[in-house]
């Protein structure tokens, strides 16, 4: 079913996509699906350390007119100490990129999320942190952070239940 879910939606869209599934069983998949209009150049699926449903980080690398940028689609956990984990998991994973561009952005299931120092905060960064993504709670749990070298020009939340997590849309300057 996930499998028609997102060809259906590439077809739509007009874009390339990647999809890993965190969760397999008998009767459905379910897990991380990255659209991008750019020409994708490499990917892969990392699990991560999950105790309870197993969490992962989509890296799908997108070539912007000649320029290479990793794209990193998250789902973490709910469980705190999980989150403590996978968030240095992520973090090892990054570090691993060296000065490469990247964006992160996904469901990190928490508030008051911070990576190093070294990963922008758009929301933040443009004075919106106090939009919230997730309808049925009151506080962001949702995220892009980006490279330094990537500058935020617009951040925004479209209030649209289309899931339990509403919409984002980031401007970027490469």
């Given at each position: 079913?996930?499998?028609?879910?997102?060809?259906?939606?590439?077809?739509?869209?007009?874009?390339?996509?990647?999809?890993?599934?965190?969760?397999?069983?008998?009767?459905?998949?379910?897990?991380?699906?990255?659209?991008?209009?750019?020409?994708?150049?490499?990917?892969?699926?990392?699990?991560?350390?999950?105790?309870?449903?197993?969490?992962?980080?989509?890296?799908?690398?997108?070539?912007?007119?000649?320029?290479?940028?990793?794209?990193?689609?998250v789902?973490?956990?709910?469980?705190?100490?999980?989150?403590?984990?996978?968030?240095?998991?992520?973090?090892?994973?990054?570090?691993?990129?060296?000065?490469?561009?990247y964006?992160?952005?996904?469901?990190?299931?928490a508030?008051?999320?911070?990576?190093?120092?070294?990963?922008?905060?758009?929301?933040?960064?443009?004075?919106?942190?106090?939009?919230?993504?997730?309808?049925?709670?009151?506080?962001?749990?949702?995220?892009?952070?980006?490279?330094?070298?990537?500058?935020?020009?617009?951040?925004?939340?479209?209030?649209?239940?289309?899931?339990?997590?509403?919409?984002?849309?980031?401007?970027?300057?490469?």
């Open positions: 079913k996930v499998g028609f879910q997102v060809s259906s939606l590439k077809e739509e869209l007009g874009m390339n996509s990647h999809f890993g599934a965190n969760v397999v069983n008998l009767n459905s998949n379910y897990g991380l699906v990255t659209y991008s209009k750019y020409k994708i150049i490499r990917q892969n699926h990392v699990y991560l350390s999950s105790s309870r449903e197993q969490r992962g980080l989509l890296h799908t690398v997108i070539d912007v007119r000649g320029k290479k940028v990793n794209i990193i689609n789902h973490l956990g709910t469980d705190k100490n999980e989150q403590k984990l996978q968030i240095e998991e992520l973090q090892d994973f990054i570090d691993g990129l060296g000065n490469e561009n964006i992160i952005a996904g469901d990190f299931n508030a008051d999320i911070t990576l190093e120092e070294n990963c922008i905060d758009v929301a933040k960064e443009l004075d919106k942190s106090n939009t919230l993504t997730f309808s049925l709670g009151l506080e962001r749990i949702d995220y892009i952070f980006v490279s330094p070298n990537i500058k935020p020009i617009n951040y925004r939340v479209i209030i649209k239940k289309l899931s339990d997590h509403f919409p984002i849309i980031a401007k970027l300057r490469l």
